[in-house]
């Protein structure tokens, strides 16, 4: 592994645990070149997953890109960064077990807001106003209404 600081190519590991969810490996790294200390993460990967855009182009599928919107959609919500690892990993892993290599932007969107519904209320919404392009305040209130029937 590559120190990210220094760009040395042989880090060691000092100690190796399994992730709050055991849905990965942590590993403490450091580096003899420049004794920096860092922390990787190695997780199975069943398939390749290509996300399928809205225009017909193919791309692979980047789990740091959904983790990036969603912790968007939770900036300075009451939510652990460990409850949205394991949301994240929880929807990868549904991702993967579809059985189908191919996902639409359509589909992803779809499975972050449901899991954004359970998670918090707040972030679903922005989330939301994003993903279904909110132009107006009345969206807005549409949505939160049909929310507030929903958990009514």
């Known amino acids: 592994m590559r120190c990210p600081f220094c760009g040395y190519d042989d880090t060691q590991v000092k100690d190796s645990r399994p992730s709050e969810d055991n849905a990965a490996i942590r590993r403490r790294r450091f580096c003899p070149q420049c004794d920096a200390r860092f922390t990787t993460f190695e997780r199975v990967q069943l398939r390749e997953l290509m996300v399928l855009k809205s225009d017909g182009t193919r791309k692979p599928f980047d789990r740091d890109k959904l983790a990036h919107s ?9 939510v652990d960064d460990d409850k949205l690892e394991q949301t994240i990993n929880g929807l990868v892993q549904q991702m993967e077990r579809m ?3 191919d996902i639409s932007t359509k589909q992803i969107g779809e499975m972050v807001m449901e899991s954004l519904r359970k998670l918090d209320h707040v972030a679903y919404v922005r989330y939301a106003s ?5 132009r107006s305040p009345g969206d807005f209130n549409e949505f939160v209404e049909t929310l507030k029937k929903e958990t009514a």
């Open 70 to 78: 969603m912790r968007i959609a939770l900036r300075k919500r009451p």
């Open 99 to 101: 059985g189908e290599g």
């Open 130 to 134: 994003v993903y279904r392009d909110f």
